[in-house]
Protein backbone atom coordinates (compact mmCIF):
# COMPACT_ATOMS: atom_id res chain seq x y z
CA UNK A 1 0.00 0.00 0.00
CA UNK A 2 1.07 3.40 -0.91
CA UNK A 3 2.71 4.79 2.30
CA UNK A 4 1.73 8.11 3.16
CA UNK A 5 4.62 9.93 4.28
CA UNK A 6 5.97 9.29 0.36
CA UNK A 7 3.20 10.38 -1.22
CA UNK A 8 3.81 13.97 1.52
CA UNK A 9 7.33 14.20 0.07
CA UNK A 10 6.00 13.87 -3.71
CA UNK A 11 4.02 16.63 -3.25
CA UNK A 12 6.26 18.51 -1.51
CA UNK A 13 8.39 18.03 -4.20
CA UNK A 14 6.26 18.70 -6.86
CA UNK A 15 5.14 22.09 -5.74
CA UNK A 16 8.20 23.32 -4.81
CA UNK A 17 9.35 22.79 -8.33
CA UNK A 18 6.20 24.50 -9.57
CA UNK A 19 6.80 27.56 -7.07
CA UNK A 20 10.76 27.57 -7.93
CA UNK A 21 9.95 27.25 -11.88
CA UNK A 22 7.56 29.79 -11.34
CA UNK A 23 9.73 32.30 -10.19
CA UNK A 24 11.63 32.49 -12.67
CA UNK A 25 9.14 33.14 -15.13
CA UNK A 26 9.48 37.01 -16.79
CA UNK A 27 6.15 39.40 -15.74
CA UNK A 28 3.65 39.41 -18.07
CA UNK A 29 4.19 35.76 -19.71
CA UNK A 30 0.78 34.06 -17.38
CA UNK A 31 -1.60 34.62 -20.20
CA UNK A 32 -4.52 36.82 -19.58
CA UNK A 33 -7.39 34.17 -19.97
CA UNK A 34 -9.19 33.61 -16.48
CA UNK A 35 -7.98 30.03 -16.30
CA UNK A 36 -6.25 26.71 -17.82
CA UNK A 37 -7.58 24.88 -20.05
CA UNK A 38 -7.09 20.80 -19.55
CA UNK A 39 -8.83 17.90 -21.66
CA UNK A 40 -8.22 14.53 -20.50
CA UNK A 41 -8.72 11.86 -23.40
CA UNK A 42 -8.67 8.45 -23.16
CA UNK A 43 -9.81 4.61 -22.52
CA UNK A 44 -10.81 2.73 -19.45
CA UNK A 45 -7.66 3.34 -17.84
CA UNK A 46 -8.45 6.72 -17.94
CA UNK A 47 -12.37 7.43 -17.24
CA UNK A 48 -12.01 4.93 -13.94
CA UNK A 49 -14.80 2.06 -14.64
CA UNK A 50 -15.14 0.69 -11.48
CA UNK A 51 -13.33 2.93 -8.84
CA UNK A 52 -15.05 5.85 -7.17
CA UNK A 53 -17.86 7.64 -7.73
CA UNK A 54 -20.03 7.36 -11.44
CA UNK A 55 -19.63 10.34 -13.08
CA UNK A 56 -22.32 11.33 -14.33
CA UNK A 57 -24.10 9.54 -11.01
CA UNK A 58 -26.04 6.99 -11.45
CA UNK A 59 -29.77 7.89 -13.12
CA UNK A 60 -28.68 11.21 -14.58
CA UNK A 61 -29.96 11.77 -17.96
CA UNK A 62 -26.17 13.19 -19.50
CA UNK A 63 -24.72 9.47 -18.77
CA UNK A 64 -23.00 8.48 -21.86
CA UNK A 65 -22.07 4.88 -20.76
CA UNK A 66 -18.14 5.67 -21.00
CA UNK A 67 -17.90 4.97 -17.27
CA UNK A 68 -15.92 8.14 -16.20
CA UNK A 69 -15.40 7.69 -12.00
CA UNK A 70 -14.18 10.32 -9.71
CA UNK A 71 -11.44 7.67 -8.45
CA UNK A 72 -9.43 8.07 -11.94
CA UNK A 73 -6.41 10.01 -12.12
CA UNK A 74 -8.12 12.73 -13.98
CA UNK A 75 -10.31 13.49 -10.92
CA UNK A 76 -7.50 13.49 -8.74
CA UNK A 77 -5.40 15.47 -10.18
CA UNK A 78 -7.52 17.76 -10.71
CA UNK A 79 -8.04 17.94 -6.79
CA UNK A 80 -4.15 18.67 -6.43
CA UNK A 81 -4.56 21.31 -8.96
CA UNK A 82 -7.29 23.25 -6.78
CA UNK A 83 -5.57 22.86 -3.58
CA UNK A 84 -1.71 23.62 -5.00
CA UNK A 85 -2.77 26.20 -8.11
CA UNK A 86 -0.69 26.90 -10.71
CA UNK A 87 -0.47 31.20 -11.09
CA UNK A 88 -4.69 29.85 -11.69
CA UNK A 89 -7.88 27.51 -12.12
CA UNK A 90 -7.13 24.65 -14.06
CA UNK A 91 -10.53 23.79 -15.97
CA UNK A 92 -10.49 19.86 -16.70
CA UNK A 93 -12.71 18.39 -19.07
CA UNK A 94 -13.23 14.58 -19.45
CA UNK A 95 -14.22 12.84 -22.31
CA UNK A 96 -12.30 9.55 -21.59
CA UNK A 97 -14.14 6.78 -22.31
CA UNK A 98 -14.08 2.84 -21.55
CA UNK A 99 -13.25 0.96 -24.44
CA UNK A 100 -11.88 3.64 -26.89
CA UNK A 101 -9.11 3.11 -28.95
CA UNK A 102 -6.67 5.63 -31.05
CA UNK A 103 -9.36 5.92 -33.66
CA UNK A 104 -12.00 6.78 -31.34
CA UNK A 105 -10.20 10.20 -30.03
CA UNK A 106 -10.05 11.69 -33.66
CA UNK A 107 -11.41 9.77 -36.38
CA UNK A 108 -14.48 7.55 -35.86
CA UNK A 109 -17.26 7.72 -32.95
CA UNK A 110 -17.69 5.12 -30.81
CA UNK A 111 -20.52 3.31 -29.36
CA UNK A 112 -19.93 2.52 -25.46
CA UNK A 113 -20.51 -1.13 -23.74
CA UNK A 114 -21.01 -0.14 -20.21
CA UNK A 115 -22.81 -2.97 -17.80
CA UNK A 116 -23.86 -0.19 -15.59
CA UNK A 117 -27.93 0.78 -16.25
CA UNK A 118 -27.18 0.56 -19.96
CA UNK A 119 -30.56 1.95 -21.33
CA UNK A 120 -32.67 -0.34 -23.71
CA UNK A 121 -31.17 -0.90 -26.58
CA UNK A 122 -28.14 -0.21 -25.68
CA UNK A 123 -25.87 3.11 -25.63
CA UNK A 124 -25.74 5.65 -27.91
CA UNK A 125 -22.34 6.11 -30.39
CA UNK A 126 -20.82 9.20 -29.05
CA UNK A 127 -18.98 11.97 -30.96
CA UNK A 128 -14.74 11.80 -31.31
CA UNK A 129 -13.17 12.55 -28.01
CA UNK A 130 -11.54 15.37 -29.59
CA UNK A 131 -14.70 16.98 -30.75
CA UNK A 132 -16.53 16.32 -27.39
CA UNK A 133 -13.61 17.88 -25.53
CA UNK A 134 -14.06 20.86 -27.68
CA UNK A 135 -10.29 21.34 -28.63
CA UNK A 136 -9.04 24.39 -29.62
CA UNK A 137 -6.68 27.21 -29.89
CA UNK A 138 -7.55 27.94 -25.75
CA UNK A 139 -6.35 24.61 -24.66
CA UNK A 140 -3.28 24.64 -22.56
CA UNK A 141 -2.79 21.10 -22.09
CA UNK A 142 -4.21 17.30 -23.63
CA UNK A 143 -3.67 14.56 -21.80
CA UNK A 144 -3.81 10.90 -23.49
CA UNK A 145 -3.96 7.50 -22.25
CA UNK A 146 -4.75 5.36 -24.80
CA UNK A 147 -3.83 2.38 -27.40
CA UNK A 148 -4.44 -0.76 -25.47
CA UNK A 149 -7.71 -1.31 -26.86
CA UNK A 150 -6.66 -1.05 -30.48
CA UNK A 151 -4.18 -4.37 -29.80
CA UNK A 152 -7.05 -5.11 -28.58
CA UNK A 153 -4.86 -6.16 -25.20
CA UNK A 154 -7.99 -7.00 -23.20
CA UNK A 155 -9.18 -9.36 -26.18
CA UNK A 156 -5.73 -10.67 -26.08
CA UNK A 157 -5.49 -11.57 -22.49
CA UNK A 158 -9.11 -13.20 -22.76
CA UNK A 159 -7.76 -15.36 -25.70
CA UNK A 160 -4.87 -16.45 -23.29
CA UNK A 161 -7.78 -17.48 -20.74
CA UNK A 162 -9.56 -19.49 -23.07
CA UNK A 163 -6.05 -21.25 -24.41
CA UNK A 164 -4.78 -21.23 -20.85
CA UNK A 165 -7.69 -23.98 -20.40
CA UNK A 166 -5.90 -26.30 -22.83
CA UNK A 167 -3.21 -28.67 -22.61
CA UNK A 168 -1.53 -28.59 -26.01
CA UNK A 169 -2.23 -24.50 -26.70
CA UNK A 170 -0.48 -21.22 -25.92
CA UNK A 171 -1.08 -17.82 -26.34
CA UNK A 172 2.45 -16.85 -28.03
CA UNK A 173 2.15 -18.76 -30.73
CA UNK A 174 -0.96 -18.22 -31.43
CA UNK A 175 -0.58 -14.33 -32.03
CA UNK A 176 3.00 -15.11 -33.26
CA UNK A 177 1.94 -17.67 -36.01
CA UNK A 178 -1.69 -16.86 -36.04
CA UNK A 179 -4.36 -18.66 -37.93
CA UNK A 180 -5.87 -16.61 -40.88
CA UNK A 181 -7.60 -14.18 -40.27
CA UNK A 182 -6.16 -13.07 -37.20
CA UNK A 183 -3.11 -10.33 -37.27
CA UNK A 184 0.10 -11.74 -36.05
CA UNK A 185 1.31 -9.70 -32.96
CA UNK A 186 3.95 -7.60 -34.87
CA UNK A 187 1.40 -6.49 -37.20
CA UNK A 188 -0.88 -5.45 -34.64
CA UNK A 189 2.28 -3.37 -32.47
CA UNK A 190 3.22 -1.83 -35.99
CA UNK A 191 -1.08 -1.24 -37.09
CA UNK A 192 -1.42 0.63 -33.45
CA UNK A 193 2.05 2.70 -33.60
CA UNK A 194 0.83 4.17 -37.44
CA UNK A 195 -2.67 5.14 -36.11
CA UNK A 196 -1.26 6.13 -32.62
CA UNK A 197 0.46 8.88 -35.19
CA UNK A 198 -2.15 9.63 -37.28
CA UNK A 199 -3.60 10.29 -33.59
CA UNK A 200 -1.53 12.76 -32.32
CA UNK A 201 -1.46 14.52 -35.69
CA UNK A 202 -4.90 15.44 -35.70
CA UNK A 203 -4.65 16.11 -32.00
CA UNK A 204 -1.85 19.08 -32.56
CA UNK A 205 -4.24 20.14 -35.37
CA UNK A 206 -7.30 20.39 -33.47
CA UNK A 207 -5.32 22.14 -30.40
CA UNK A 208 -2.33 23.72 -32.32
CA UNK A 209 -1.26 25.57 -28.82
CA UNK A 210 -1.97 22.81 -26.43
CA UNK A 211 1.41 21.04 -25.08
CA UNK A 212 0.47 17.53 -25.15
CA UNK A 213 1.14 14.82 -22.85
CA UNK A 214 0.74 10.87 -23.17
CA UNK A 215 0.47 8.42 -20.42
CA UNK A 216 1.70 5.01 -20.30
CA UNK A 217 0.60 1.85 -19.14
CA UNK A 218 1.30 0.38 -15.77
CA UNK A 219 2.80 -2.70 -14.70
CA UNK A 220 -0.42 -4.79 -14.64
CA UNK A 221 1.68 -7.87 -15.51
CA UNK A 222 4.37 -9.61 -12.82
CA UNK A 223 8.07 -9.80 -13.55
CA UNK A 224 8.01 -13.38 -12.94
CA UNK A 225 5.08 -15.19 -14.46
CA UNK A 226 5.57 -18.15 -12.24
CA UNK A 227 4.67 -15.41 -9.41
CA UNK A 228 0.90 -15.96 -10.32
CA UNK A 229 -1.76 -18.38 -8.60
CA UNK A 230 -2.32 -20.69 -11.60
CA UNK A 231 -5.97 -20.51 -12.11
CA UNK A 232 -6.71 -18.16 -9.05
CA UNK A 233 -9.91 -15.46 -10.81
CA UNK A 234 -8.29 -12.72 -8.73
CA UNK A 235 -4.66 -13.08 -10.35
CA UNK A 236 -5.02 -13.91 -13.79
CA UNK A 237 -6.77 -17.14 -14.06
CA UNK A 238 -5.94 -19.78 -16.29
CA UNK A 239 -3.51 -17.66 -18.62
CA UNK A 240 -0.44 -20.05 -18.60
CA UNK A 241 2.98 -18.79 -16.90
CA UNK A 242 4.88 -18.61 -19.71
CA UNK A 243 2.42 -16.66 -21.81
CA UNK A 244 1.80 -13.91 -18.63
CA UNK A 245 5.97 -13.56 -19.23
CA UNK A 246 4.95 -13.00 -23.12
CA UNK A 247 2.50 -10.46 -22.46
CA UNK A 248 4.28 -8.68 -20.35
CA UNK A 249 7.61 -8.45 -22.70
CA UNK A 250 6.34 -8.69 -26.35
CA UNK A 251 3.11 -6.91 -26.07
CA UNK A 252 2.49 -4.45 -22.81
CA UNK A 253 6.15 -3.29 -22.68
CA UNK A 254 6.58 -3.24 -26.57
CA UNK A 255 3.47 -0.93 -26.82
CA UNK A 256 4.75 1.51 -24.31
CA UNK A 257 7.68 1.53 -25.90
CA UNK A 258 6.18 2.70 -29.09
CA UNK A 259 4.02 5.23 -27.65
CA UNK A 260 6.98 6.91 -26.15
CA UNK A 261 8.91 6.33 -29.29
CA UNK A 262 5.84 8.08 -31.03
CA UNK A 263 5.79 11.27 -28.41
CA UNK A 264 9.20 11.87 -28.42
CA UNK A 265 8.47 11.93 -32.63
CA UNK A 266 6.25 14.96 -32.07
CA UNK A 267 8.44 16.41 -28.87
CA UNK A 268 5.36 15.99 -26.51
CA UNK A 269 5.90 14.60 -22.97
CA UNK A 270 5.69 11.04 -22.04
CA UNK A 271 4.65 9.80 -18.33
CA UNK A 272 6.01 6.62 -17.38
CA UNK A 273 3.47 4.83 -15.32
CA UNK A 274 4.92 1.28 -15.67
CA UNK A 275 8.53 1.70 -13.83
CA UNK A 276 6.76 3.07 -10.38
CA UNK A 277 4.42 0.03 -10.22
CA UNK A 278 6.67 -2.75 -10.71
CA UNK A 279 5.88 -4.82 -7.84
CA UNK A 280 2.28 -4.23 -7.64
CA UNK A 281 0.67 -5.91 -10.55
CA UNK A 282 -2.11 -8.03 -10.66
CA UNK A 283 -0.67 -11.33 -9.19
CA UNK A 284 0.64 -9.30 -5.80
CA UNK A 285 -1.55 -9.92 -2.26
CA UNK A 286 -4.58 -7.93 -2.11
CA UNK A 287 -2.67 -5.11 0.40
CA UNK A 288 0.00 -4.57 -2.63
CA UNK A 289 -1.22 -4.64 -5.90
CA UNK A 290 -2.28 -1.50 -7.84
CA UNK A 291 -4.21 -3.63 -10.34
CA UNK A 292 -7.38 -6.07 -9.79
CA UNK A 293 -7.17 -9.21 -11.78
CA UNK A 294 -10.09 -10.68 -14.12
CA UNK A 295 -11.68 -10.47 -10.67
CA UNK A 296 -11.45 -8.19 -8.08
CA UNK A 297 -12.62 -5.86 -5.75
CA UNK A 298 -15.11 -2.89 -7.41
CA UNK A 299 -17.95 -0.29 -6.37
CA UNK A 300 -20.82 -1.86 -5.54
CA UNK A 301 -22.64 -0.22 -8.71
CA UNK A 302 -20.09 -2.85 -11.34
CA UNK A 303 -21.24 -6.18 -12.05
CA UNK A 304 -20.32 -9.30 -10.43
CA UNK A 305 -21.16 -11.07 -14.05
CA UNK A 306 -20.50 -9.83 -17.67
CA UNK A 307 -21.38 -12.34 -20.18
CA UNK A 308 -19.80 -16.01 -19.34
CA UNK A 309 -17.74 -14.71 -16.91
CA UNK A 310 -19.23 -15.08 -13.34
CA UNK A 311 -16.88 -13.32 -10.55
CA UNK A 312 -19.68 -13.44 -8.28
CA UNK A 313 -18.44 -17.01 -8.03
CA UNK A 314 -15.66 -16.17 -6.02
CA UNK A 315 -17.17 -13.50 -4.07
CA UNK A 316 -15.76 -10.53 -6.24
CA UNK A 317 -16.92 -8.14 -9.37
CA UNK A 318 -15.32 -8.10 -12.78
CA UNK A 319 -12.79 -5.70 -13.00
CA UNK A 320 -10.58 -7.60 -16.07
CA UNK A 321 -7.22 -6.18 -15.21
CA UNK A 322 -7.85 -2.56 -14.58
CA UNK A 323 -6.11 -0.28 -11.53
CA UNK A 324 -7.61 0.54 -8.08
CA UNK A 325 -7.76 3.03 -6.20
CA UNK A 326 -3.78 3.01 -5.65
CA UNK A 327 -3.34 2.48 -8.74
CA UNK A 328 -4.92 5.58 -9.79
CA UNK A 329 -3.20 7.66 -7.20
CA UNK A 330 0.19 6.38 -8.90
CA UNK A 331 -0.65 7.45 -12.11
CA UNK A 332 -2.43 10.69 -10.64
CA UNK A 333 0.85 11.80 -9.63
CA UNK A 334 3.36 11.62 -12.38
CA UNK A 335 0.44 13.12 -14.74
CA UNK A 336 -0.29 16.32 -11.92
CA UNK A 337 3.80 16.77 -12.03
CA UNK A 338 3.44 17.01 -15.90
CA UNK A 339 0.94 19.17 -16.11
CA UNK A 340 2.66 21.59 -13.29
CA UNK A 341 5.44 21.47 -15.56
CA UNK A 342 3.72 21.78 -18.80
CA UNK A 343 1.68 24.97 -17.36
CA UNK A 344 4.61 26.30 -16.79
CA UNK A 345 5.69 26.99 -20.56
CA UNK A 346 2.30 28.60 -20.95
Given at each position: ?15 G ?23 A??D ?40 F??G ?23 T?I ?10 P???T ?28 L???L ?17 P????S ?13 E ?14 I ?5 A ?27 L ?26 Y?S?V ?11 W????C ?15 CG????R ?7 A ?21
Amino acid sequence: MRHPVSRLRFRALTVGLALAASALLPAGSVSAADQYEWAALGDSYTAGGFVGDPLPALGDPARDGCDRTSGAYPGLVQQELDEFPVGKPVNLTNVSCGNATTKNIAIEKQTPISPVQPPEGGWPAVDTQIKRAKLGDGTDVVTIGVGGNSLPFGGMLLKCLELGATLDKNCREYYTNPPEGEESIEEKLARVQDEYIEMLALVHQAAPNAKVITVGYPAVLPEEGNDCNRLSLTELGSIKHADIDWLRDSVLKKLNSSIQRVTNFFGDRYVDVYSSSVGHDACQPAEEKWVEGICGDAADYWPTKVGKLNCGLVGKRVTLVHPNAEGYQNTANHVERAIRIALLDR
